[in-house]
């Protein structure tokens, strides 16, 4: 199993584009998120999903969109990118319930200009 | 809103030391406590976790506490190895699925 995988590995953006932020999991989990890692912050949960169709937002989705068609993809769209949106985001995924254990992808460094 | 507050936020220890890192969680409702590891330039990894049922959970060197009344949980890392250095997050659940974590903590051991 390749787990948690994320593309790209480094982006580099100007201001006011937009780009999509590939996660794919092969483990057949139900559940995904997204989180951007600000130093001094920890993590901060962007959007996350319970199930394929199904999103919800977490606690920074502004600036950000995510749809889930397919069990195994969950893609982190940012529409009009900002400075304030350089970070390094995560994408991580679990089989169920907020019980079970969080699995997370390399990262993704998003550098905004 | 809800938080998770984590201290201290640099800890150093010689070889061998015990190091403790505490956090506080404000949602009285949360029931689901992972501590992560993160090492430089790597994704967060699971180390040890805690239920709200449990008052505390021990793997090897390392053990977690949780006083649920006191709204806070702790982390115990036992006979520290330099490999052990790394920044460790704390984490609370919510009702909604969220998941909140802690500033995190860079924990350095000296040889």
């Known amino acids: 199993n390749a787990g948690v995988t994320q593309t790209p590995k480094f982006q580099v953006l100007k201001t006011g584009q937009s780009m999509t932020l590939q996660c794919a999991q092969d483990m057949n989990h139900e559940y995904m998120s997204w989180y951007r890692q600000d130093p001094g912050m920890g993590l901060r949960l962007i959007h996350y999903?319970?199930?394929?169709?199904?999103?919800d937002q977490g606690e920074v989705p502004n600036g950000y969109n995510v749809s889930r068609s397919t069990t195994e993809d969950f893609p982190l769209r940012l529409l009009s990118a900002a400075p304030s949106q350089t970070s390094v985001y995560f994408c991580?995924?679990?089989?169920?319930?907020?019980?079970?254990?969080?699995?997370f992808g390399p990262g993704t460094r998003l550098t905004v200009l | 809103g809800e938080n998770v507050e984590q201290h201290p936020s640099t800890l150093s220890v010689q070889e061998g030391d015990s190091a403790v890192i505490k956090c506080t969680y404000s949602d009285s409702a949360s029931n689901y406590f992972p501590w992560y590891k993160q090492e430089l330039g790597k994704r967060p990894q699971l180390i040890i976790d805690?239920?709200?049922?449990?008052g505390e959970k021990k793997d090897q060197r390392i053990a977690v506490t949780l006083n649920k009344t006191a709204k806070h949980f702790s982390l115990h890392i036992t006979e520290t190895q330099p490999e052990d250095s790394a920044v460790y997050f704390c984490a609370a659940t919510l009702l909604n699925n969220d998941m909140r974590f802690g500033a995190g903590t860079r924990l350095t051991v000296k040889p």
């Open positions: 991580a995924s679990r089989v169920g319930g907020p019980m079970a254990e969080q699995f």
């Open positions: 999903s319970v199930g394929a169709g199904i999103t």
């Open positions: 805690i239920r709200s049922n449990v």
